[in-house]
């Protein structure tokens, strides 16, 4: 079985920064191609994905978080990173790792309800 341990998280001001990652052993589950990235559920809204990247570069953002996040792959050290900048408060919520095994296309918005993930760690942004 897959495993995704995320890291980093916690508080910011509005404005300011803060990195996730991810490890993963994909490779190491013989993992053909795969998509990996984040989603985000904010209390009482619905699960976002935002940011996905698949092993051969290809990445793709939702409108809320794109020219501030950037995802990419450590693939030496099995570790997918979600750079955030610019964070406002809406962007408080748990953030998940997913990954899809062998998907048709690298989605963001897939990862939700066709990704297995990690336990999440919360962001929180104050004004």
């Known amino acids: 079985q897959g495993r995704l341990v995320e890291s980093g998280g916690g508080s910011a001001q509005s404005g300011g920064s803060l990195r996730l990652s991810c490890a993963h052993n994909?490779?190491?589950?013989?993992?053909?191609?795969?998509?990996i990235g984040w989603f985000r559920q904010a209390s009482g809204k619905e699960r976002e994905g935002i940011a996905a990247?698949?092993?051969?570069?290809?990445?793709n953002y939702a409108n809320s978080v794109k020219g501030r996040f950037t995802i990419s792959t450590n693939n030496a050290k099995n570790t997918v990173v979600l750079q955030m900048d610019n964070l406002a408060p809406e962007d408080t919520a748990m953030y998940y790792c997913?990954?899809?095994?062998?998907?048709?296309?690298?989605?963001?918005?897939?990862?939700?309800?066709?990704?297995?993930r990690g336990q999440g760690t919360q962001v929180t942004v104050s004004s």
């Open positions: 990247i698949d092993n051969t570069g290809y990445s």
């Open positions: 994909l490779s190491a589950y013989g993992a053909g191609r795969y998509c």
């Open positions: 997913a990954a899809i095994i062998n998907p048709s296309m690298c989605d963001r918005k897939l990862l939700p309800d066709f990704g297995f």
